[in-house]
């Protein structure tokens, strides 16, 4: 009868060793006192360096190696170094849009201005990279052509090729004396010689513009307007989409889910756009619920927002919502228009563990988007509020997860919940990483939280050693959880590491296609032990 009742335990033993392998090895003096410097992969065996300390000027780098089989088994620890590479220092040049200025009669305006910044970078053999070392020059400029035109700006976002900062895609307006035409929009273009090229925005009578963001896989910019009060139909919005040369795109006029669409993300998968959103009861204009969405930086605006224009709508949008909705635009149309009631979430709602709450109407962050292969479509992200940690204004915090579940037509199936372990103040004003995961048949998704733990202190012994002050930093370990996506359901969440060891910032974690695995790499608190745990998404 013994052997019979330990077997089923045995099972489920194996299954999670096989799932989760974990790894610990105890660092040596040197590695310690240094930091860790690289990690590579070689046949999925990782080698991880350390910079030690030790060598004197104009002699080789040091460094320590720890070698691990595809296992995460340990191979042996090996001392190297490298010539230290010497290179001449050099000179870049940005520049950046903003509005407004740091002065107190300019702080509040919406102007747009041009701004140049000169760099001397110098080589760093630790970070084996160029570091800025010193600001030459930081002014303000003016464009060669702009044919003495005062633009209100709204939005800026810079095309980098290589490394070196090429063009400025900037949406600007013109203030118009004739409030019924409303403001003139325009797409501008400021090359590296800041010749600005100047391409009107397509719309018809006074609008306000809804959203405007850049997508990741394109870095195509996308837009969103409404009419303002008195311009037609309240809920006939617009959908634009430039190349972040400015090139025009796309164009669609489609009717919103609500005259008030406040957007709140936007994503590209698979060739197509998607927009998360949410409105209130109202059938009012867009404009007269919320306000402009404008995230340009203003250098002197420090009351919360980019800028005053992106504070109102910061502080609008704080209003709690009555439906949730989610937009798919596939080249020039619009697939569909989804409305879900947020009061239905409650039944809808299905937890894993202790702690979770159901989603009800807030503001949130949206921190993955992710489109499974039957094409349904999971979000997840965390409400946001303030809290006052004593230093003055302020400071935003990260508080409930959000996860939800739409169908093919953009209709809520399911919310999943899970509580936050940390919810101490240290913690809340860091955002925590979430990623999805396909299991290897396509039938299951893994949610991936990396939970954030907020520590006082020293990042690292070289840290300490360096003399500067303690600080407020975050450190994440992960959690792991299993959604059966035609059950609607969601396993228990597993911690790895037992929360004694954290994920570094800069090398978190490895993936394995071929095995659907992720070796997650961290430290003990003390950055004594080195910590491999590989977690296979079956």
């Known amino acids: 009868m013994k052997k019979i009742s330990l077997l089923p335990l045995l099972l489920l033993l194996i299954a999670t060793q096989i799932k989760a392998q974990e790894t610990v090895k105890e660092l040596s003096k040197q590695a310690y006192k240094g930091y860790l410097y690289d990690v590579k992969n070689t046949n999925n065996a990782l080698s991880i360096t350390y910079k030690i300390p030790g060598e004197k000027k104009n002699s080789d780098a040091l460094f320590e190696t720890y070698s691990f089989d595809a296992a995460n088994k340990f191979v042996k620890v090996e001392n190297t170094n490298l010539a230290k590479e010497e290179k001449p220092d050099v000179t870049v040049t940005q ?3 903003y509005v407004g200025g740091t002065s107190s009669f300019d702080v509040l305006s919406m102007k747009l201005k041009l701004s140049r910044k000169e760099l001397l970078k110098s080589w760093s053999h630790e970070k084996q990279a160029y570091i800025v070392s010193k600001v030459l020059q930081n002014e303000a400029i003016k464009p060669k052509n702009d044919n003495g035109k005062t633009y209100k700006g709204y939005a800026s976002f810079v095309t980098e090729t290589q490394g070196t900062q090429d063009d400025l895609f900037i949406l600007a307006a013109n203030d118009n004396k004739d409030k019924k035409l409303g403001n003139q929009y325009y797409v501008l273009n400021v090359n590296s010689s800041l010749e600005v090229k100047e391409t009107p925005v397509d719309l018809a009578g006074a609008q306000t513009l809804v959203y405007c963001d850049q997508l990741q896989e394109s870095n195509d910019i996308a837009m969103v307007f409404a009419p303002e009060k008195g311009n037609g139909d309240a809920s006939s919005y617009t959908y634009f989409r430039y190349s972040q040369k400015g090139e ?3 164009k669609v006029a489609f009717k919103s889910p609500s005259t ?10 698979m060739g197509s756009v998607y927009f998360c959103g949410t409105s209130t009861k109202s059938t009012d204009a867009y404009g007269e619920v919320f306000s402009e969405h404008a995230s340009i930086y203003n250098p002197g605006f420090t009351q919360g927002g980019e800028n005053k224009v992106d504070m ?7 209003e709690k919502m009555s ?6 635009f596939t080249g ?3 697939d569909f228009a989804s409305t879900a009631a947020i009061d239905a979430f409650k039944s809808k709602f299905v937890a894993s563990g202790k702690g979770a709450s159901v989603y009800k109407g807030n503001k949130f962050i949206v921190e993955r988007f992710f489109v499974t292969p039957n094409q349904e479509y999971l979000i997840a992200g965390q409400l946001t509020g303030s809290v006052n940690m004593g230093m003055g204004n302020p400071v935003k915090t990260y508080e409930d997860l959000v996860c939800l579940y739409f169908d093919k037509a953009g209709q809520l199936k399911t919310q999943f919940g899970v509580g936050k372990l940390n919810n101490d103040k240290k913690s809340e004003i860091f955002d925590m990483l979430q990623d999805f995961r396909l299991s290897k048949d396509g039938k ?11 520590v006082k202190g020293y990042q690292s012994f070289l840290s300490a050693y360096s003399g500067g002050s303690p600080s407020l930093y975050a450190v994440y370990f992960p959690r792991i959880a299993k959604i059966d996506l035609a059950a609607n359901t969601i396993s228990e969440f597993k911690t790895l590491g037992d929360e004694n060891y954290y994920l570094r910032k800069d090398f978190q974690s490895y993936f394995n296609k071929a095995e659907n695995s992720v070796t997650y790499i961290g430290h003990d608190e003390d950055f004594k032990k ?9």
């Not at 109102?312 to 704080?318: G, L, T």
């Open 530 to 538: 080195l910590w491999l745990a590989k977690y296979v998404f079956e």
């Open 260 to 269: 008030n669409l406040l957007i709140m993300n936007v994503n590209e998968a």
């Open 95 to 97: 520049f950046y849009a």
């Open 444 to 454: 299951s998704v893994y949610w991936e939280i990396k939970e954030v733990k907020g």
């Open 248 to 250: 025009f795109k796309t």
């Open 323 to 328: 439906s949730f909705h989610l937009l798919k």
């Open 332 to 334: 020039n149309q619009l």
């Open 312 to 318: 109102k709508w910061q502080k609008n949008a704080e």
